[in-house]
């Protein structure tokens, strides 16, 4: 029975748990490919999940699902952007910071978005493994304004 039917509101529906990471990336996939009108996701979603996997695989931890959710979505637009802009600013305070308390994490992710730059034939942002430190690490990487 429709608990709305008289109060004129729509029922609302759950947003989808995924529970999968195929099926995550499947969404992620068709979602960007409605938005982003450059990206690829046929081609490129494949290489940035393999670069996921590999940092899985060197830190030893595979990593929460709404936190590759995040981190697939901004990899995406920052292969979206145009080649020739920086990546976002991070600041000195955050770089020092990720340095300090998660520098295997930084070293694998560098070296991981480095092969990533090679397999899609472009130069990549290098603040860019700081950012993704941020994510999987849940730094705030907005913290400081000291750019």
């Not at 081609?43 to 929460?64: A, C, K, Y």
């Not at 600041?91 to 560098?110: P, T």
Request: proline share 7%.
């Amino acid at each position: 029975m429709d608990t709305n039917a008289g109060n004129n509101t729509l029922p609302t529906t759950p947003a989808p748990t995924f529970t999968q990471r195929a099926d995550l990336i499947r969404e992620i996939a068709y979602t960007l490919s409605q938005r982003l009108p450059f990206f690829n996701p046929v081609r490129t979603l494949p290489l940035v999940e393999r670069m996921i996997e590999m940092i899985e695989v060197e830190v030893g931890e595979t990593f929460e699902i709404e936190v590759l959710a995040g981190l697939i979505l901004h990899l995406a637009c920052v292969l979206e952007a145009d080649t020739q802009r920086k990546g976002l600013p991070v600041s000195k305070s955050v770089c020092m910071q990720v340095e300090q308390q998660f520098s295997r994490e930084l070293g694998i992710c560098r070296r991981a978005w480095q092969i990533l730059g090679t397999q899609i034939a472009r130069p990549l942002p290098d603040e860019e493994p700081y950012i993704i430190v941020g994510i999987l690490r849940q730094v705030d990487i907005f913290m400081v304004t000291d750019l």
